[in-house]
């Protein structure tokens, strides 16, 4: 029976009802392209990373460039109880339809005519994915857009990787994108670690986030989440002892690891500024540092302390860095007492800033006197008056203490620090192999040249970073070997992709044996003690290699020290330069580095901080470093590396004999005389063992005793040095740019002549220095006493 026209007429309607959106819709998917960050890995800055320290807590979630906690997830990761949830609430026929659900459609079209109200929606999880993908104005045309993408996005991806996309992006409240953000937020855990109950929880949440929250009560999002597991149960996505079992746990928010702390790092690696190959690897979602949580949240404690306490030295700020030598890794980093106190400016990084130094560069000075002139622990050296010609004119370094010491050795010189014995040495090895030794040990920020320093960079006359410094003594305590410093152990990055960042090359710097002396000078107590005294900051429980600095103007402080397992190194000062008072390394940054390196040795068993293969234990005089003489009072035990110990007895106690009544020189032969133990000193000590009262022995006859001699006076340049060379500065007066030339001598009751160039310049009494100045060319001087003893001449040149 044939239809009757009428018939035929509203069939062909209805099918071209039917066939025209569905030809639309299939044209529309087909002209609309994917976005573009679904077709491709996620970007720089789509990402918020999560910062762990080295155990995997977390330090700090950043958020992505717009603001929110937003990590990526793979599906492969997760339990099935999560996509089965999710598909169970959202989208039950979601394996099943083009992107779209007609059935939904056609369910909520109906219900809307019929009630005149929307009772239920119709948007497919892929619509929702579409929906985040653009701006979907609320009209007719933004829905028949986003159900076009939807249906493109169906026929590009898998649904598997349309559910992965999903949960990597869905809102779950302000601030919270993604299923992955939503699980460490609100149970600190990883997705791939929630049960059933938690799972069906979250999933509650995407249908309203703000209404869902269970941080604004517990009750609502647990109704939900109940009528989701009867879903999964009707759907075969759970059996019904499951659903029992997860209905039965409360909803149950866990406290989060405390966020916070290490902002300074956490910036630093945020920036780049710190392992920046990572970012070049792809877009990252989580970085492992090296930093130990525990010891982190106390240092950061006890530097704000600190600077509390030395508000009243006009201190307001300090930096700390602990680093594991076996490995580099930094353990503890502080940048400032607090890094948002913008009064006191704690965003800047007191780690990286560049300061001066002060003596905390001395131990590498010493290396480079070790290698390269053979110096030893015992090496005498000169803490005389001391001048030195530079373009700005002449430059005489003073102690810390104001004095002069006469001869000490190499030992005392550095562990108190003592500033003319470092600056000549400095002057005497030349500058230029100073400031070589310091950039082998990783201080590159030293970058102009030698001429620019002088000799004065043996006191810190240049700016470094405290990292670097940390970086440097670290190589002491492992041998004399530099290693980078580590902040980062592990980089996960969005694509699922985790990479263990292996140790970089190590480089020796000076041989074992110049470390391990170094490094047992610097715990040796006693020979601080002249300068800094017994029980200071630089004193612990355990042997601790130490060195203090203090800059110029006392705008920082420094302490920098280590352990056979830790190095830290302090700084106290302002960020903005204003100088501290009555504050200096070990009275400002001691007591921090004191309390640091109790803490970061904590739980730990000290190993010897020195290793003595290579060294030898000698008897020595302290006076001089040679090996004890008959009239030595005193002894010391002094290491040396092996082949470099003294052969020579001292000679500086000799025996005189002395009339008993005028303390002049007698003979054994005369009534009256008896043998003394007098210090007798090379020219160079002689002003200062004069005015320090020392015993020297005579050097006139008693007139009571005819047999006895005088002791003839002896006579020699003390500077300049032989072969020394000056640079004239054509931006200086000529008035400025003069020498202090110097003259070493026996007798206190000669009067010397200084000759230069042939010509006469000056007759002079003690002290026995007259100024020159200075005049391009090779020179000579020499010295002579006015009844003709003449010295050996010195030349030197002034370009």
Same mark, same amino acid.
């Given at each position: 029976? $044939? %239809?009757?026209?009428?018939?035929?007429?509203?069939?062909?309607?209805?099918?071209?009802?039917?066939?025209?959106?569905?030809?639309?819709?299939?044209?529309?998917?087909?002209?609309?392209?994917?976005?573009?960050?679904?077709?491709?890995?996620?970007?720089?800055?789509?990402?918020?990373?999560?910062?762990?320290?080295?155990?995997?807590?977390?330090?700090?979630?950043?958020?992505?460039?717009?603001?929110?906690?937003?990590?990526?997830?793979?599906?492969?990761?997760?339990?099935?109880?999560?996509?089965?949830?999710?598909?169970?609430?959202?989208?039950?026929?979601?394996?099943?339809?083009?992107?779209?659900?007609?059935?939904?459609?056609?369910?909520?079209?109906? +219900?809307?005519?019929?009630?005149?109200?929307?009772?239920?929606?119709?948007?497919?999880?892929?619509?929702?994915?579409?929906?985040?993908?653009?701006?979907?104005?609320?009209?007719?045309?933004?829905?028949?857009?986003?159900?076009?993408?939807?249906?493109?996005?169906?026929?590009?991806?898998?649904?598997?990787?349309?559910?992965?996309?999903?949960?990597?992006?869905?809102?779950?409240?302000?601030? @919270?994108?993604?299923?992955?953000?939503?699980?460490?937020?609100?149970?600190?855990?990883?997705?791939?670690?929630?049960?059933?109950?938690?799972?069906?929880?979250?999933?509650?949440?995407?249908?309203?986030?703000?209404?869902?929250?269970?941080?604004?009560?517990?009750?609502?999002?647990?109704?939900?989440?109940?009528?989701?597991?009867?879903?999964?149960?009707?759907?075969?996505?759970?059996?019904?002892?499951?659903?029992?079992?997860?209905?039965?746990?409360?909803?149950?928010? +866990?406290?989060?690891?405390?966020?916070?702390?290490?902002?300074?790092?956490?910036?630093?690696?945020?920036?780049?500024?710190?392992?920046?190959?990572?970012?070049? +690897?792809?877009?990252?979602?989580?970085?492992?540092?090296? @930093?130990?949580?525990?010891?982190?949240?106390?240092?950061?404690?006890?530097?704000?302390? &600190?600077?509390?306490?030395?508000?009243?030295?006009?201190?307001?700020?300090?930096?700390?860095?602990?680093?594991?030598?076996?490995?580099?890794?930094?353990?503890? /980093?502080?940048?400032?007492?607090?890094?948002?106190?913008?009064?006191?400016?704690?965003?800047?990084?007191?780690?990286? #800033?560049?300061?001066?130094?002060?003596?905390?560069? *001395?131990?590498?000075?010493?290396?480079?006197?070790?290698?390269?002139?053979?110096?030893?622990?015992?090496?005498?050296?000169?803490?005389?008056?001391?001048?030195?010609?530079?373009?700005?004119?002449?430059?005489?370094?003073?102690?810390?203490?104001?004095?002069?010491?006469?001869?000490?050795? @190499?030992?005392?010189?550095?562990?108190?620090?003592?500033?003319?014995?470092?600056?000549?040495?400095?002057?005497?090895?030349?500058?230029?192999?100073?400031?070589?030794?310091?950039?082998?040990?990783?201080?590159?920020?030293?970058?102009?040249?030698?001429?620019? /320093?002088?000799?004065?960079?043996?006191?810190?006359?240049?700016?470094?970073?405290?990292?670097?410094?940390?970086?440097?003594?670290?190589?002491?305590?492992?041998?004399?070997?530099?290693?980078?410093?580590?902040?980062?152990?592990?980089?996960?990055?969005?694509?699922?992709?985790?990479?263990?960042?292996?140790?970089?090359?190590?480089?020796?710097?000076?041989?074992?044996?110049?470390?391990?002396?170094?490094?047992?000078? %610097?715990?040796?107590?006693?020979?601080?003690?002249?300068?800094?005294?017994?029980?200071?900051?630089?004193?612990?429980?355990?042997?601790?290699?130490? *060195?203090?600095?203090?800059?110029?103007?006392?705008?920082?402080?420094?302490?920098?020290?280590?352990?056979?397992?830790?190095?830290?190194?302090?700084?106290?000062?302002?960020?903005?330069?204003?100088?501290?008072?009555?504050?200096?390394?070990? &009275?400002?940054?001691?007591?921090?580095?004191?309390?640091?390196?109790?803490?970061?040795?904590?739980?730990?068993?000290?190993?010897?901080?020195?290793?003595?293969?290579?060294?030898?234990?000698?008897?020595?005089?302290?006076?001089?470093?040679?090996?004890?003489?008959?009239?030595?009072?005193?002894?010391?035990?002094?290491?040396?590396?092996?082949?470099?110990?003294?052969?020579?007895?001292?000679?500086?106690?000799? $025996?005189?004999?002395?009339? $008993?009544?005028?303390?002049?020189? !007698? #003979?054994?032969?005369?009534?009256?005389?008896?043998?003394?133990?007098?210090? !007798?000193?090379?020219?160079?000590?002689?002003?200062?063992?004069?005015?320090?009262? $020392?015993?020297?022995?005579?050097?006139?006859?008693?007139?009571?005793?005819?047999?006895?001699?005088?002791?003839?006076?002896?006579?020699?340049?003390?500077?300049?040095?032989?072969?020394?060379?000056?640079?004239?500065?054509?931006?200086? &007066?000529?008035?400025?740019?003069?020498?202090?030339?110097?003259?070493?001598?026996?007798?206190?009751?000669?009067?010397?002549?200084?000759?230069?160039?042939?010509?006469?310049?000056?007759?002079?009494?003690?002290?026995?220095?007259?100024?020159?100045?200075?005049?391009?060319?090779?020179?000579?001087?020499?010295?002579?006493?006015?009844?003709?003893?003449?010295?050996?001449?010195?030349?030197?040149?002034?370009?």
């Amino acid at each position: 029976m $044939r %239809l009757s026209e009428r018939k035929r007429r509203i069939l062909r309607v209805l099918l071209a009802l039917l066939v025209a959106p569905v030809s639309w819709l299939v044209v529309a998917a087909a002209l609309t392209p994917l976005p573009p960050d679904l077709v491709r890995t996620p970007q720089a800055g789509s990402v918020g990373v999560r910062v762990l320290d080295r155990d995997g807590r977390l330090i700090r979630q950043l958020r992505a460039a717009d603001g929110v906690r937003a990590l990526p997830v793979h599906l492969s990761e997760l339990p099935p109880a999560v996509p089965n949830a999710l598909i169970a609430a959202e989208d039950a026929r979601f394996r099943y339809h083009p992107g779209i659900d007609p059935i939904a459609i056609a369910r909520a079209t109906g +219900q809307l005519l019929l009630h005149r109200r929307i009772v239920s929606g119709a948007s497919t999880i892929t619509q929702q994915l579409a929906r985040t993908a653009f701006d979907r104005p609320r009209t007719l045309g933004g829905k028949l857009r986003e159900m076009a993408l939807a249906v493109r996005i169906d026929w590009s991806l898998d649904k598997d990787r349309i559910l992965e996309e999903y949960l990597s992006r869905v809102e779950f409240g302000p601030g @919270l994108r993604g299923i992955e953000a939503a699980s460490r937020h609100y149970f600190d855990k990883p997705a791939s670690s929630l049960g059933l109950a938690e799972a069906a929880t979250l999933v509650a949440m995407v249908r309203g986030p703000v209404l869902y929250d269970p941080e604004r009560g517990t009750e609502r999002v647990r109704r939900r989440r109940d009528r989701i597991l009867e879903r999964m149960v009707d759907a075969g996505l759970a059996t019904r002892d499951e659903a029992e079992r997860a209905k039965a746990e409360p909803v149950r928010l +866990q406290p989060r690891f405390a966020e916070g702390g290490a902002e300074h790092l956490v910036s630093a690696i945020s920036q780049g500024k710190l392992e920046p190959e990572l970012s070049r +690897q792809g877009v990252l979602s989580s970085v492992r540092t090296t @930093l130990d949580s525990r010891l982190q949240h106390e240092v950061e404690t006890l530097t704000y302390e &600190t600077v509390r306490r030395m508000k009243e030295h006009d201190a307001s700020a300090a930096a700390v860095l602990v680093v594991d030598n076996a490995s580099g890794e930094v353990l503890a /980093y502080v940048g400032s007492p607090s890094f948002f106190d913008d009064a006191a400016e704690g965003q800047n990084d007191g780690t990286h #800033a560049l300061r001066q130094p002060g003596s905390t560069l *001395k131990p590498f000075l010493y290396a480079a006197a070790m290698e390269r002139r053979g110096m030893t622990a015992a090496t005498l050296l000169a803490d005389v008056e001391l001048h030195l010609a530079t373009p700005a004119g002449d430059y005489a370094p003073n102690n810390y203490d104001g004095r002069f010491h006469g001869p000490v050795r @190499l030992r005392e010189a550095l562990a108190s620090s003592l500033n003319v014995p470092a600056v000549a040495t400095a002057a005497d090895i030349g500058p230029e192999r100073v400031l070589s030794m310091l950039r082998g040990f990783g201080l590159d920020s030293l970058d102009a040249s030698a001429e620019h /320093y002088g000799a004065a960079i043996a006191l810190g006359d240049g700016e470094v970073r405290l990292a670097d410094l940390a970086r440097a003594y670290s190589a002491l305590a492992r041998g004399g070997v530099l290693v980078p410093l580590r902040y980062v152990s592990r980089a996960t990055f969005a694509d699922g992709r985790s990479v263990q960042l292996q140790k970089r090359d190590e480089r020796r710097v000076v041989r074992p044996e110049t470390a391990a002396l170094l490094s047992d000078v %610097l715990s040796d107590p006693h020979a601080r003690a002249a300068a800094f005294g017994r029980g200071n900051a630089l004193e612990l429980p355990f042997a601790v290699a130490a *060195k203090t600095g203090t800059s110029k103007g006392y705008r920082d402080n420094l302490t920098v020290g280590f352990t056979h397992e830790v190095t830290v190194a302090v700084w106290v000062g302002n960020f903005d330069g204003s100088p501290m008072v009555h504050t200096s390394g070990v &009275t400002g940054a001691g007591p921090l580095f004191h309390d640091v390196m109790v803490a970061a040795m904590r739980g730990r068993e000290p190993a010897p901080l020195v290793d003595g293969e290579g060294l030898v234990d000698v008897t020595v005089c302290p006076l001089s470093g040679m090996l004890p003489g008959p009239n030595c009072p005193h002894r010391h035990h002094e290491r040396f590396v092996r082949g470099t110990e003294p052969h020579e007895s001292c000679s500086f106690h000799v $025996r005189r004999w002395v009339d $008993r009544s005028d303390g002049l020189l !007698s #003979a054994g032969s005369c009534a009256g005389a008896e043998e003394r133990v007098f210090e !007798s000193y090379p020219a160079r000590f002689l002003p200062w063992a004069r005015a320090a009262g $020392r015993p020297l022995a005579p050097t006139n006859a008693s007139p009571r005793c005819p047999a006895a001699k005088p002791v003839e006076s002896d006579v020699a340049v003390a500077y300049p040095y032989a072969g020394a060379r000056f640079v004239l500065d054509g931006g200086l &007066t000529s008035r400025a740019q003069a020498i202090v030339l110097s003259a070493r001598v026996s007798s206190e009751r000669s009067t010397v002549r200084f000759v230069v160039d042939g010509r006469s310049l000056a007759v002079v009494g003690a002290p026995y220095r007259t100024v020159w100045p200075l005049t391009r060319g090779e020179h000579s001087v020499r010295v002579e006493t006015l009844d003709g003893r003449r010295s050996e001449p010195v030349s030197f040149v002034v370009d």
